[in-house]
C-alpha cells in the first residue's frame, strides 16, 4: 500500500520531525563513500594508490578482514549474553586514532594487528549508535545488525548504481543476518562456527574487504608516518559511524512506521536530493 507524500517528499503520516531524521540518514547513506573521504585528505583518487600496494598485499587484506570480522563478531556475541558498557563516540574515535597511529608506524604489514583491535572499536562505537536508536541488543537479530553495516559501509568495484542503494545492499545481507540470528533464537547458544555465522562473515568480508584495501592504500602515502595512518583510521571510524547513524536511523523509524512507508518516503527524499545514480 502506498502512503500519501506531500510535495516535500514526506509522508503524510509521517511526523515532520521524523521525516528530517530520514533525511538526515538520506544523506548519511547515499553519500557514504570512503574512497571520497580519502581522496579529500590526501588530494589524489585512492585508485591510483592501489595500483602501488606492495607483492602479497592482497592476501594479508584478505586475512586481516577475515580475522577482523571474527574478532567483531565475538564482540556482537558477547553483547547478546550481557550488552555493552556505556562508552562514548569521542572515546571511540580517540582509540582509532591510537591504533592507526601505532600502525601507520610500520606500514601496511602491521594491518593483521592493527585492524582486528579498529575493527572491534568500531564496532563497539556501532553498538552505542544501534543502542542510542532504541535497538534491544540482547536480540540477535539486532546485534547482528551492527555487524551488518561493516558490509552496508563497504561498496565494491562490482557494485552498479543500482546495488550502491542502502536498500539493495541491505536487501543483500538481509537473508545472512536473518538465519544467523534464526539460529542463535533456537539453539539458545552461541555457536561462533555456526554454519549461518560463517556465511555472514564470508558475505561481509567482500565487501568489508574492500574498504579494507582502500584504507590500506592511503596508508601507503609518505606522509609522516604515524600522523597519516591516525588521519586514516580518523577516516575510517568516522565513515562507518556514519553509516551506522543512517542505519539505525531508518530501523527505528520502520518499527514506528512499519518497512513499507519508511521505504516510500526514503526513495522518495533520496530523489529530491539527488543521490539516486
Excluded at 199 to 217: D, E, M, N, P, W
Excluded at 242 to 269: I, Q
Amino acid at each position: 500500500m502506498r502512503h500519501p507524500i506531500n510535495e516535500d517528499g514526506a509522508s503524510m503520516s509521517m511526523e515532520k520531525s521524523d521525516t528530517d531524521a530520514l533525511r538526515n540518514a538520506v544523506q548519511l547513506l547515499e553519500h557514504a563513500s570512503l574512497a571520497a573521504r580519502f581522496a579529500n585528505m590526501i588530494g589524489k583518487p585512492v585508485e591510483l594508490l592501489g595500483r602501488a600496494l606492495p607483492a602479497g598485499a592482497s592476501q594479508a587484506i584478505a586475512t586481516a578482514t577475515t580475522r577482523s570480522l571474527e574478532a567483531a563478531l565475538k564482540v556482537a556475541l558477547l553483547t547478546i549474553r550481557g550488552g555493552p558498557q556505556e562508552s562514548s563516540q569521542l572515546l571511540h574515535r580517540a582509540l582509532a586514532v591510537a591504533s592507526g597511529a601505532a600502525g601507520g608506524a610500520f606500514g601496511i604489514f602491521s594491518l593483521p594487528i592493527e585492524l582486528p583491535v579498529s575493527t572491534i572499536i568500531i564496532l563497539r562505537s556501532i553498538l552505542d549508535i544501534a543502542r542510542g536508536e532504541g535497538e534491544n541488543l540482547n536480540d540477535p537479530e539486532s546485534a547482528l545488525s551492527c555487524i551488518e553495516v561493516l558490509g552496508i559501509g563497504g561498496r565494491t568495484e562490482t557494485d552498479d548504481a543500482a546495488k550502491s542503494d542502502y536498500f539493495v545492499v541491505r536487501g543483500i545481507l538481509a537473508k545472512s543476518v536473518t538465519e544467523a540470528a534464526r539460529f542463535i533464537a533456537e539453539r539458545g547458544i552461541v555457536e561462533e562456527g555456526s554454519p549461518g555465522l560463517v556465511r555472514l562473515i564470508t558475505q561481509l568480508a567482500s565487501r568489508f574487504g574492500f574498504v579494507v584495501s582502500q584504507k590500506a592504500a592511503a596508508q601507503t602515502i609518505p606522509v609522516i608516518g604515524a600522523l597519516g595512518g591516525a588521519a586514516v583510521n580518523y577516516a575510517f571510524i568516522d565513515h562507518f559511524q556514519s553509516v551506522a547513524r543512517g542505519h539505525f536511523t531508518v530501523r527505528r523509524l520502520e518499527r514506528k512506521y512499519g518497512k513499507d512507508l519508511v521505504f516510500n518516503v526514503y526513495e522518495r527524499l533520496r530523489q529530491d536530493l539527488g543521490t539516486a545514480r
